[in-house]
């Protein structure tokens, strides 16, 4: 029997029932769950990022440049909003760091509070760093965070350059400023030519005046000597007068505080009795007249009475018997009057002689009467004038010592001034000596400021005065004077096209090995019949190639019309497909025909080696040493780089390069197959008994 007929045989097992043909319909669409669905579930990713939950903080206080208020903040915020790059959360700080820990967002952009401050910064003279803030979060998802560093890498371009720009752009600004101010200093320095051939003339009436000032300083030291001499004096005698008023501020208070509670718990008191007084002084001067007359007799009635008493003693005392008891108290009275009259006698005697002393008395006792009634008037505020006394007395000394304190100032002062006096007379003999050696040297500096006034002219002549057009073409190319123009060739239109070259190959290798797990790789009743191996090999490997294009086919069907997958060749795709369906399955069928149930694990590990190590994500270079050895010998990195080229286009070379190893690949399995077949004709105990079986 011939192989396409023993194939179509082994295909027939599935009509025979609901099962089998559920298997069979379940095998040819078994590709899509990992072709179609896999590439459908993230197709165009890049393409829907504004379906993520971003954070976006703007803590941006703004700033003011040159007197232009400054709201880069605002400007990057709305720009972003505007772009629809992410689904932007305009939040708080506190809102995007919670958010971002707990999931709810997947980052946070932040602009800081003084970002423009430091953008504007680029026009003073201390530039800094404006600075975006980025939060990932990797727990959330990994991806993401890969994706916004690309995405706000060029956000940080962006505002870089606006920020250049306005630096640059001072820059320029500075450059016309320059020339303006230089033109400026070029006519000063012609009117500085001018002056200083009036200061020439002046430098010499300054050589006179300074010949006079010095005679004026010589004076002036002279004078001030004689002043400091005198403040000495004045010195000493200020502070003389300080101790005495101190003194006398002492005994003031002294004596108010002694007197003063005195004077005015009794001031009414006083009062009285000066009234009194004042009243006693006037009538005894107003008697002053009649007392030679009234001492003459009051000094013999003195006498008479005295007499009088002493006869009366002796009559009754004297040479009598019986003692009078009153006559001790009689005889003290008798020596009492004789003593009276005497003093009256005395007093007489001192009126008489002093008659001429009685005038001046009155007079005395006049100015007693008016100052008795002077008393008599204060005395009831005598008290408080005494505190105000002392308190005049207290200033006095007080001002006494600050007059010491500034005579003391004075003479330092003029000390001081007197040795500054010297030193002035030095100086203004140095200058003397100085304003002679100007008056040489304005020679030379005529001659310097012509220099000066034709380099001016010179130098801004040479200067660039860019006017705002040439400032803005300028500003354009400083601030971003490198641009990436990127040419992508045979551009993949999104995510997915550019995956689907290494999922599509690992569908069919997953058909072709789930295929082998429900038709045998080797024909059984071909085997027992004695066929040719070749036959029995092309017979386990026609169903299974089959199977390959039916699910290739519906694959491609679906990523195309369902999906949206374009090809740059599609009629070549198909027919490359046509030949990797083919090899998968002879390489599946060998490794199950040669090992059996252990030939599933193998496929299985071959599956994994290829998918690791084909480059079908990142370049192989960059994975382990290992993978980069086992890489140009697996046929699943030729099938990637030939549906590269076919898919997204470029140069054939690398698909005629695989179809030559997927057709390798197929007639060395198909080969290997037929001389396991061969010995698969052969039974043994193992094959009656197997170790394993699946």
């Given at each position: 029997m011939r192989s396409p007929k023993l194939a179509a045989l082994e295909l027939k097992r599935f009509g025979r029932g609901k099962l089998p043909r559920a298997a069979l319909a379940a095998l040819l669409l078994l590709p899509l769950l990992y072709g179609a669905l896999y590439l459908w579930s993230f197709w165009d990713p890049y393409g829907k990022l504004n379906k993520i939950p971003v954070a976006l903080v703007n803590s941006d206080t703004g700033a003011t440049a040159k007197g232009k208020k400054l709201t880069a903040g605002d400007d990057i915020t709305d720009k972003l909003l505007d772009s629809k790059t992410f689904d932007w959360h305009p939040v708080s700080a506190e809102e995007a760091r919670k958010g971002v820990a707990d999931g709810t967002y997947y980052l946070s952009l932040t602009v800081p509070s003084d970002f423009s401050k430091q953008i504007a910064s680029s026009s003073g003279k201390s530039p800094e760093t404006g600075a975006l803030k980025v939060r990932t979060n990797d727990a959330n998802n990994y991806i993401v965070g890969q994706i916004s560093r690309s995405v706000f890498s060029e956000v940080r371009s962006a505002a870089s350059t606006k920020a250049s720009r306005g630096f640059y752009d001072n820059i320029f600004i500075s450059f016309s400023d320059i020339h303006g101010e230089t033109e400026k200093a070029a006519k000063g320095a012609d009117k500085l030519g001018k002056g200083i051939g009036k200061a020439k003339k002046g430098a010499g009436d300054l050589a006179k005046g300074l010949a006079k000032a010095k005679k004026g300083s010589r004076e002036l030291k002279s004078g001030i000597g004689k002043l400091d001499k005198g403040s000495g004096k004045l010195e000493t005698g200020a502070g003389g007068v300080a101790d005495g008023t101190q003194t006398l501020a002492d005994k003031a208070n002294e004596v108010s505080a002694k007197v003063g509670p005195f004077l005015k718990k009794n001031g009414k008191e006083i009062g009285e009795v000066s009234r009194l007084v004042a009243e006693a002084s006037r009538k005894a001067s107003d008697n002053l007249d009649t007392l030679p007359e009234t001492t003459s007799a009051a000094a013999v009635k003195a006498r008479k009475a005295s007499d009088d008493l002493a006869a009366g003693y002796r009559a009754r005392c004297e040479g009598v018997v019986t003692a009078d008891p009153d006559c001790p108290a009689l005889k003290k009275s008798v020596a009492a009057a004789d003593t009276a009259a005497d003093v009256a006698e005395d007093v007489n005697t001192l009126v008489r002689n002093n008659t001429d002393q009685l005038d001046t008395l009155g007079t005395h006792l006049d100015d007693l009467h008016d100052k008795a009634l002077w008393l008599a008037d204060n005395a009831p505020h005598l008290g408080s004038d005494l505190d105000s006394a002392v308190q005049k007395i207290n200033a006095l000394n007080s001002g006494a010592h600050k007059v010491a304190k500034g005579a003391d100032a004075l003479h330092t002062g003029l000390t001081t001034a007197k040795t500054g006096a010297s030193d002035l007379d030095s100086g203004v003999g140095k200058l003397r000596t100085g304003a002679d050696t100007l008056n040489g040297g304005m020679f030379k500096l005529v001659d310097g400021s012509g220099k000066l006034s034709g380099g001016l002219h010179d130098g801004a002549g040479k200067i660039p005065d860019y006017d705002k057009r040439d400032r803005d073409a300028r500003t354009e190319v400083m601030s971003d004077p490198v641009q990436l123009v990127k040419q992508a060739m045979h551009k993949a239109p999104n995510y997915g096209t550019g995956f689907a070259p290494y999922f599509i190959p690992l569908s069919l290798w997953v058909g072709a090995m789930v295929a082998y797990m429900l038709i045998q790789p080797l024909n059984g009743r071909a085997l027992a019949a004695g066929a040719a191996s070749w036959r029995v090999a092309l017979a386990g490997w026609l169903p299974v190639a089959a199977i390959g294009v039916v699910q290739m086919l519906a694959l491609m069907a679906v990523l195309h019309w369902a999906i949206g997958l374009?090809?740059?060749?599609?009629?070549?795709?198909?027919?490359?497909?046509?030949?990797?369906?083919?090899?998968?399955?002879?390489?599946?069928?060998?490794?199950?025909?040669?090992?059996?149930?252990?030939?599933?694990?193998?496929?299985?590990?071959?599956?994994?080696?290829?998918?690791?190590?084909?480059?079908?994500?990142?370049?192989?270079?960059?994975?382990?040493?290992?993978?980069?050895?086992?890489?140009?010998?697996?046929?699943?990195?030729?099938?990637?780089?030939?549906?590269?080229?076919?898919?997204?286009?470029?140069?054939?070379?690398?698909?005629?390069?695989?179809c030559a190893v997927l057709l390798g690949y197929t007639v060395a399995s198909l080969a290997l197959t037929a001389w396991s077949a061969r010995r698969r004709q052969v039974w043994s105990v193992d094959r009656l008994h197997p170790e394993l079986s699946l």
């Open positions: 374009q090809m740059i060749r599609a009629a070549g795709t198909i027919g490359f497909l046509l030949l990797v369906a083919a090899c998968f399955a002879a390489i599946v069928q060998w490794l199950n025909a040669r090992f059996g149930p252990a030939g599933r694990i193998l496929v299985l590990a071959l599956l994994m080696l290829q998918l690791t190590s084909a480059g079908g994500t990142y370049p192989v270079q960059t994975s382990p040493r290992f993978f980069s050895a086992i890489h140009p010998f697996l046929p699943m990195t030729y099938v990637v780089d030939g549906l590269r080229r076919l898919i997204t286009g470029g140069g054939l070379g690398p698909v005629w390069l695989a």
